[in-house]
T-cell receptor
Framework: GAVVSQHPSRVICKSGTSVKIECRSL??????MFWYRQFPKQSLMLMAT?????????EQGVEKDKFLINHASLTLSTLTVTSAHPEDSSFYIC???????????FGPGTRLTVT | QQQVKQSPQSLIVQKGGISIINCAYE??????FPWYQQFPGKGPALLIA?????SEKKEGRFTISFNKSAKQFSLHIMDSQPGDSATYFC??????????FGKGTTLSVSS
């Protein structure tokens, strides 16, 4: 149990375009979803936390107008990278948690390459 | 206060040996300490986790040791195998907050 999927697994886009990444909890209801970014050989950095039906809370230094997060249902959250630039190229990983949100279950990640 | 410090950065262990990775934290509000295993190009997978009311938890070949007074916890991998070669992350969180990750340890188990 506790499976999280992400789609797409890999995406290449041109600079200036927008990309949407979907995160789904397949067998549980994720009251909270988290989005992380990971650069090569580095740790996971939390970008934002979202609760179903509420606006996301962004970490310091993360541009909320650039990284749009929507958590419309208990099983789906989306991250849209708007006007992507090469420096946004990274591995984006989502995770879902259940109240009281101790265990976090991670998706397989999405590799974004901006050319 | 929000940091989780992990060491070593990399570790080479012979097959059958014991791998030990250490983490330290400052925030006494943290009350959940998981370890994750990550293979290249994949998301992290929960290995084992502990709450501060116990000093040790064992699941198969994986053991977490927890020292609340020292604010330290460690992962022991017994009988390490080549298939254990991966990056390991410790993490910590308080109630209602997101996980804070250590910088990771790259483990290589030589056959």
């Amino acid at each position: 149990g506790a499976v999280v999927s992400q789609h797409p697994s890999r995406v290449i886009c041109k600079s200036g375009t927008s990309v949407k990444i979907e995160c789904r909890s397949l067998d549980f209801q994720a009251t909270t979803m988290f989005w992380y970014r990971q650069f090569p050989k580095q740790s996971l950095m939390l970008m934002a936390t979202s609760n179903e039906g509420s606006k996301a809370t962004y970490e310091q230094g993360v541009e909320k107008d650039k990284f749009l997060i929507n958590h419309a249902s208990l099983t789906l959250s989306t991250l849209t990278v708007t006007s992507a630039h090469p420096e946004d190229s990274s591995f984006y990983i989502c995770s879902g948690g259940r109240l009281p949100v101790y265990e976090q279950y991670f998706g397989p990640g999405t590799r974004l390459t901006v050319t | 206060q929000q940091q989780v410090k992990q060491s070593p950065q990399s570790l080479i262990v012979q097959k059958g040996g014991i791998s030990i990775i250490n983490c330290a934290y400052e925030n006494t509000a943290f009350d959940y300490f998981p370890w994750y295993q990550q293979f290249p190009g994949k998301g992290p997978a929960l290995l084992i986790a502990i709450r501060p009311d116990v000093s040790e938890k064992k699941e198969g070949r994986f053991t977490i040791s927890f020292n609340k007074s020292a604010k330290q916890f460690s992962l022991h991998i017994m009988d390490s195998q080549p298939g254990d070669s991966a990056t390991y992350f410790c993490a910590a969180r308080g109630a209602g907050t997101a996980l804070i990750f250590g910088k990771g340890t790259t483990l290589s188990v030589s056959s």
